[in-house]
């Protein structure tokens, strides 16, 4: 069984960065309930080069199924990204809809992810925007309709697009695109993720979940050599990232064309190449991201959700 994923409910109507305007009376409004005063400056340079740019409109775009997300109902989702590298600061621009939902043009959800990269380690915000889409020289952000930290332990995630024969096929540009991105995700390292305070009274999402087993690190042998503080590699994998990890670890063996398997084996699964987890081995794992309450591990389990060494005679 492949882990279901749901992603960012598709609520908004708002057409990619038109690009029409880079003039200066367009306007940000509404960072300082996500952002930092003192990255604000920083952030807005970033934003205002790329999505109210001309420039940005013609950075390079991929457009796929994920291979990674649903909406709640089963649909497929597709994403388009577009990337801009900055001196300081990476803007990711993802625009997704829900295969299905109209007309093409309509139903866009808009989501930035930022990497400030000249803190160490360096430091990801996530935004999602809410802005007239008649006049794309105005962005505001809006509420979170998902907890984008459950997905994105380390900031950026590489990209996975779904690989089945139904779909139109993506063609070879666009792969080597996103083989190149998925270089510069893999290679930013270990990226901290700053968490905004939102209204919870208001009903607004939280970019993440704040309980304390929800926040216990994964200390699996398989895992934390890259996936740890100081590792330089990855951020720890914490237990509500369970989906995530299940859907890395588990699809592997998926018939039906996820993580296109033998061609692009680098970006394929986790552990990386070379490696795979036994059956005893994987259930453990499950156990582990499972026992939200602290229980005993299962029977032949370790603590960290490994399987135990067999018996000796
Ligand atoms: C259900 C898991 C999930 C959630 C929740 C989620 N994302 Fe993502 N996101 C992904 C995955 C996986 C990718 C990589 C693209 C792919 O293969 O689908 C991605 C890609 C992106 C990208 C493109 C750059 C990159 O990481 O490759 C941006 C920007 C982004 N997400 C922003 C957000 C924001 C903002 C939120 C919260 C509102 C969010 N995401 C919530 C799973 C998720
Ligand atoms: C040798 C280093 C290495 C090991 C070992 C490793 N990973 Fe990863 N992992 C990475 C890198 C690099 C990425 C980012 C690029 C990618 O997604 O392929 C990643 C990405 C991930 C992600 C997506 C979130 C993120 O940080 O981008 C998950 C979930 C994940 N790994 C789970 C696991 C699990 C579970 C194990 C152990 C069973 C594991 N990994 C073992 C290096 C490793």
């Not at 939902?101 to 990269?117: F, I, N, Q």
């Not at 890259?226 to 063996?253: F, T, W, Y």
Request: overall charge neutral.
């Amino acid at each position: 069984m492949i882990s279901v994923l749901i992603t960012a409910i598709i609520t908004f109507n708002i057409p990619f960065p038109a690009g029409a305007s880079s003039n200066a009376d367009s306007s940000i409004a509404g960072l300082q309930k996500y952002l930092p005063t003192e990255f604000i400056p920083n952030a807005e340079k970033a934003l205002r080069a790329t999505l109210l740019s001309r420039k940005g409109s013609q950075a390079p775009l991929v457009e796929f199924v994920s291979g990674q997300s649903y909406t709640s109902s089963g649909l497929n989702i597709v994403n388009r990204i577009r990337f801009f590298s900055g001196k300081q600061t990476d803007v990711w621009l993802m625009k997704q809809h829900a295969e299905g939902h109209g007309a093409p043009s309509r139903g866009w959800t808009t989501l930035t992810l930022l990497v400030d990269k000249s803190t160490a380690p360096k430091t990801a915000y996530f935004l999602q925007w809410d802005h007239d889409p008649e006049k794309p020289a105005h962005l505001h952000p809006a509420p979170f309709t998902a907890m984008c930290f459950t997905c994105h332990p380390n900031g950026p995630r590489a990209i996975r697009p779904q690989y089945k024969p139904s779909l139109v096929p993506i063609d070879g540009s666009h792969w080597n695109q996103i083989y190149d991105w998925n270089d510069i995700i893999s290679d930013y390292g270990e990226i901290k993720t700053y968490k905004p305070r939102v209204d919870i009274s208001s009903n607004e999402l939280p970019i993440d979940l704040p309980g304390r087993m929800d926040n216990e690190p994964l200390k699996n042998k398989f895992c934390i050599e890259c996936h740890s503080k100081g590792s330089g590699v990855r951020s720890p994998l914490l237990r509500q990232h369970g989906d995530s990890i299940l859907a890395m670890v588990e699809n592997i063996s998926d018939p039906t064309g996820y993580y296109v398997p033998a061609l692009h084996e680098k970006y394929a699964f986790m552990p990386l190449v070379g490696h795979k987890l036994s059956v005893a081995d994987m259930g453990c794992l499950k156990d582990w991201i499972q026992n939200r309450f602290m229980g005993p591990p299962a029977p032949g389990c370790s603590q960290n959700g490994e399987a135990l060494p067999p018996a000796r005679h």
